[in-house]
């Protein structure tokens, strides 16, 4: 397996779109982790079943948010997408998000290529107020059962404010390789 940290930049940030690999695919309630010491994925945990993925849930390679990880993506598409693969997507907002009081930022996007939707999504208006509370939900929740309360979502961000949340990270990453 390659280390994608080598092999993929961040992307075209500045333009909307961002290279993203997916850790966790839609549906699946195993922790799967990027280890970027080992490059390769990890099962930290299993959740129980009731807190599986809304969204797949992936890492923007060249970056560093906050919490010491890459920088998380949620990748909005109609169908789970596998552990491992990379693709191109279009940046359509932010979750502002805390875990254990550390920013957790998700950068919500879609495949760049859609032709499912005919590229359709391009602000998070467009997934509706019901995704959003569903995904809110999900994050508020999905560490009650082991440590209540630890996870708050603080709202959402548009377009520009996942950018500025992008470019933090790549800067973060860029000092700590320093």
Not at 26 to 42: C, N, P, V, Y
Not at 74 to 101: H, R
Not at 125 to 149: C, I, N, T
Request: aromatic fraction near 8%; charge should be negative.
């Amino acid at each position: 397996m390659a280390d994608f940290n080598q092999v993929l930049t961040p992307g075209d940030w500045q333009n909307g779109t961002v290279n993203t690999v997916v850790e966790i695919p839609q549906g699946s309630f195993l922790k799967i982790e990027w280890h970027r010491d080992t490059a390769t994925f990890m099962i930290d945990r299993v959740e129980p079943s009731i807190y599986a993925k809304p969204v797949n849930y992936g890492f923007i390679p060249q970056t560093l948010d906050e919490d010491g990880d890459e920088l998380d993506t949620l990748v909005v598409c109609d169908q789970p997408i596998p552990t491992g693969v990379w693709l191109e997507a279009k940046v359509i907002g932010l979750l502002n998000f805390t875990d254990d009081g550390e920013a957790d930022y998700k950068v919500v996007v879609v495949p760049a290529d859609d032709r499912n939707t005919g590229d359709s999504i391009t602000s998070l208006d467009d997934l509706g107020e019901r995704w959003k509370q569903m995904v809110a939900e999900h994050f508020s929740h999905y560490k009650d059962l082991k440590k209540p309360g630890t996870t708050v979502v603080e709202g959402w961000g548009d377009v520009e404010a996942a950018k500025l949340v992008i470019k933090e990270s790549i800067d973060r990453w860029n000092q700590q390789k320093k």
